[in-house]
């Protein structure tokens, strides 16, 4: 019997395990070009994701992409450090909506990622609050 609890738990433990790792799971959007030339997305940050976390953009096409933080009382952000590529940005997510505007000019992966942190705790990015804009031909 004490045998049998034992594979249950093991069994549950590995349940919870993979569902933890199936959370951290790709949100991958192509977005799309506008009539007026212009590529929108909307982006939502929490603790400890972003929203889709897999952006896939056209070169050469402006992009505005539209941050928003979901309610609560932890900070994020939404760094790209990428000026060979024309972005460059490191903005504060807030619940009111922000546009951040740039145009892509090299294609790529560049990494998207919060760095905030809790004194000595893990960085946000290192909980998984980090994700990836794919510049496109
Ligand atoms: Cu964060």
Do not use: W
């Amino acid at each position: 019997m004490r045998k049998l609890y034992g594979l249950i738990m093991v069994a549950l433990l590995a349940t919870v395990f993979l569902i933890g790792v199936a959370s951290g799971e790709e949100k991958r959007i192509v977005v799309p070009v506008d009539p007026d030339g212009v590529q929108r997305v909307e982006v939502l940050g929490g603790s400890y994701f972003f929203d889709p976390n897999y952006i896939v953009v056209k070169v050469n096409v402006p992009v505005e992409m539209k941050i928003k933080r979901e309610s609560g009382l932890v900070p994020h952000n939404i760094i790209v450090k990428a000026p060979e590529a024309g972005i460059d940005f490191n903005e504060g997510m807030s619940t009111d909506p922000k546009v951040i505007k740039f145009t892509p000019t090299k294609t790529g992966k560049y990494e998207i990622a919060c760095d905030k942190k809790l004194l000595f705790f893990e960085s946000h990015k290192d909980k998984g609050m980090v994700g990836t804009l794919e510049v496109v031909d």
